[in-house]
């Protein structure tokens, strides 16, 4: 597309991009800086108070890390987590998404729209998908979740007041979310569980965009010395809470099981959980510059998680790195990956540490090229999923539809259906 013939396009978020320490800050960093390589692209989104929730980047240092794209800025969430969450259940409106609604931020995004005509608006989060649908312009909806189906599953664990608030706002965040899903012109689904689950909510079109991996090189398999421990790695953020559960889990209840059979280490990277579980040969080595290093050096990548909506990039980058995966199926739910044949899958502690075990040994007897065949099968499952072609595929979609949405051209596409997923799958 030539630069006169541009579409512009404002990027809706209710976080900024950075730093890049969890799976949706990455997702929306992939998404927005890979869809202005094409599109003139606007960013509207909040500058958080440094002790919210959401953490804070000035738009200034915005405007360095991301010098290709307009940036508009308002005030956001504050740092009276608890006190608003409290206030809210005296609302209509959830918490989990309410707080990015507010007047300011509303303003700016009608001034946007307004003042730029983007062909598209693209937004990232149901915080910020607030407004009526903006007339002239693609409306398009970006889920990294299904939020309802987080909160009902957190709604299971921790205290009876944690567990009842979650109850409340999963409640109001399904009546929200279903609103969305209902209004936009194209929701995007990380999975085709999610997908379904906006079409079976009211969705009038509904596409796959998967999340990606970076493109990396495969890292050589060593062979496991008699007398080398077995490491263990999980890399993601502990302050999420269905993983600080995991994560406490692992250690308390599968360490102890494979310690009686092996010696064994673990290193967390990502942002330490609030309250970590202290236990020998466990280390919270928190952020670092570069995740190889840590993959290159461990034998065994594990997913506890429980809890959760989407699909974790954890599974993806693990397999394009070429490390074996144990991880519960939810953990690895969304995914074009098989148990037994790209990962194995586990669910209770025994079983866990089971297969965690069965990795051991084929680590240790490599001759039998069971680990080689399981490492490679899942790399080449996860190379289209590499982060240029996922965007490139959802750039040829977005193409595509404003193509389609030119008076001259039929629409054709049934109300409520999850379309073919060649486009951004």
């Known amino acids: 597309m030539s630069e ?26 992939q998404l927005l800086t890979g869809l202005a390589r094409t599109f003139d692209t606007v960013l509207v989104t909040y500058e958080h108070h440094p002790e919210s929730p959401d953490g804070r980047y000035r738009s200034d240092e915005l405007e360095e890390l991301l010098p290709n794209i307009a940036i508009v800025s308002v005030a956001g969430a504050g740092a009276r987590k608890r006190a608003d969450q409290a206030a809210s259940l005296l609302r209509r409106e959830s918490w989990s998404l309410g707080r990015y609604r507010t007047e300011p931020f509303a303003t700016a995004l009608r001034e946007t729209v307004a003042a730029h005509r983007p062909s598209i608006v693209h937004f990232d989060d149901p915080g910020v998908a607030f407004l009526p649908p903006f007339a002239g312009a693609l409306n398009v909806y970006s889920a990294h979740n299904i939020e309802q ?17 979650n109850a409340v706002e999963a409640h109001k965040v399904s009546r929200e979310e279903r609103r969305i899903w209902r209004t936009m012109d194209l929701c995007l689904a990380v999975s085709a569980p999610d997908g379904a689950a906006m079409t079976a909510g009211g969705a009038r079109r509904v596409e796959l965009c998967l999340n990606g991996v970076d493109p990396v090189e495969r890292l050589p398999l060593r062979a496991l010395r008699r007398d080398d421990p077995l490491k263990l790695l999980f890399v993601g953020s502990g302050s999420y809470a269905p993983y600080e559960r995991g994560l406490a889990w ?105 297969a965690v075990l069965e990795l051991e040994h084929r680590w240790r007897e490599p001759s039998s090229g069971s680990l080689e065949r399981m490492v490679h099968s899942a790399r080449e499952t996860v190379l289209p999923l590499s982060w240029p072609r996922v965007i490139g595929r959802l750039v040829a979609l977005y193409e595509s539809e404003l193509e389609r949405r030119t008076p001259t051209k039929p629409s054709g596409i049934p109300a409520g259906a999850i379309t073919s997923p060649s486009h951004c799958s």
């Open 149 to 165: 189906t987080l909160l009902r599953l957190e709604a299971r664990a921790g205290t009876p007041l944690r567990r009842g608030f």
């Open 4 to 29: 006169a013939a541009r579409h512009r396009l404002v990027f809706a978020a209710c976080r900024p991009p950075y730093p890049l320490d969890n799976g949706a800050r990455i997702r929306t960093f």
């Open 250 to 354: 692992m250690v308390r209840e599968v360490l102890p099981r494979l310690r009686r059979q092996t010696a064994v280490s673990f290193d967390v990277v990502g942002q330490p959980p609030a309250r970590p579980v202290a236990a020998e040969g466990v280390r919270y080595v928190g952020r670092v510059p570069t995740v190889e290093p840590y993959y290159d050096a461990a034998h065994v990548v594990v997913v506890p998680v429980f809890e959760g909506s989407g699909t974790r990039l954890k599974v993806i980058e693990a397999a394009a790195f070429g490390r074996p995966v144990v991880s519960t199926r939810l953990g690895a739910e969304g995914l074009p990956l098989e148990a037994g044949v790209h990962y194995l899958a586990a669910e209770g502690a025994d079983e866990f540490a089971a």
